[in-house]
């Protein structure tokens, strides 16, 4: 039975982890903005979504033999490829950070994850809907 539920939330349970870890990585963007040769990165979300949601040839998933084996650092869920962001027009001390670009990132991403948890609430009530008989 819980496996069924674990299945039901998985797909926007990795989509929130891998949101989160790019919320991450644009802020850090954002911290070194002045800091020279800083290289602004990012994810390529679909990309990483599809890989991750075993859609994708390539999927990597954990197997531990031994009750003893640890988990997976959770710092970068899936080891998520990050690529470094071209720009059109680098500063001179070499720092590859455009601050507009990086907040319209941001945002977006900011707005996206706030619909991911809405879509999560709504299957929360639905499955507490089904169980009350309301």
Known sequence: MLSKLDQYFDFNTQALKLRS?????????VANADTPNYKAVDIDFARELKR??????????MAATSQGHLQAATGNPYNAK?????????NI???????????????????????TVR???GQIRGLMTAIKGV
């Open 93 to 115: 001390d070499g720092n590859t950070v455009n601050m507009d670009e990086e907040r319209a990132q941001f945002a977006e991403n900011s707005l996206r994850y706030e619909s």
């Open 21 to 29: 870890y790019r919320q991450q990585l644009l802020a850090s963007n």
């Open 119 to 121: 879509v999560l609430n």
């Open 52 to 61: 991750v949601s075993g859609k994708q040839p390539g999927a990597l998933h």
């Open 82 to 90: 990050i690529m470094y962001r071209s720009t059109s027009q680098p």
